[in-house]
Nanobody, 123 residues
Framework: QVQLVESGGGLVQAGGSLRLSCAAS????????MGWYRQPPGKQRELVAT???????NNADSVKGRFTISRENAKNTVYLQMNNLKPEDTAVYYC?????????????????WGQGTQVTVSS
């Protein structure tokens, strides 16, 4: 089993920044990819960014140039640096981990989920 604990959400004004962290624990040997999904109010969950064990990253078009995903393997921690935040970035952000190296946009290939952290961007 793998446990994921997120931190770093909150309320920020448009144009501001936040950094989310996700600490993984448990049996991590089979985990190849970690990443972030988000679920805006009243909408479907969507992929934000992923990073493989080797460091390959993939970002959704909506966040390219603004969000950066990174990982610190020694601490089993993944980060999501979010800059130039917009009101449409408001969502619950979920950390995810999985054995597959490529994920679909809805999270059907994810094996483990965090509890979620709220990010609210005011205009």
């Amino acid at each position: 089993q793998v446990q994921l604990v997120e931190s770093g959400g909150g309320l920020v004004q448009a144009g501001g920044s936040l950094r989310l962290s996700c600490a993984a624990s448990g049996i991590l040997g089979t985990i190849n990819t970690m990443g972030w999904y988000r679920q805006p109010p009243g909408k479907q969950r969507e992929l934000v960014a992923t990073i493989t064990k080797g460091g390959d990253t993939n970002n959704a078009d909506s966040v390219k140039g603004r969000f950066t995903i990174s990982r610190e393997n020694a601490k089993n921690t993944v980060y999501l640096q979010m800059n130039n935040l917009k009101p449409e970035d408001t969502a619950v952000y979920y950390c995810a981990a999985g054995r597959r190296t490529a994920w679909d946009i809805y999270g059907n290939l994810v094996n483990y989920w965090g509890q979620g952290t709220q990010v609210t961007v005011s205009s």
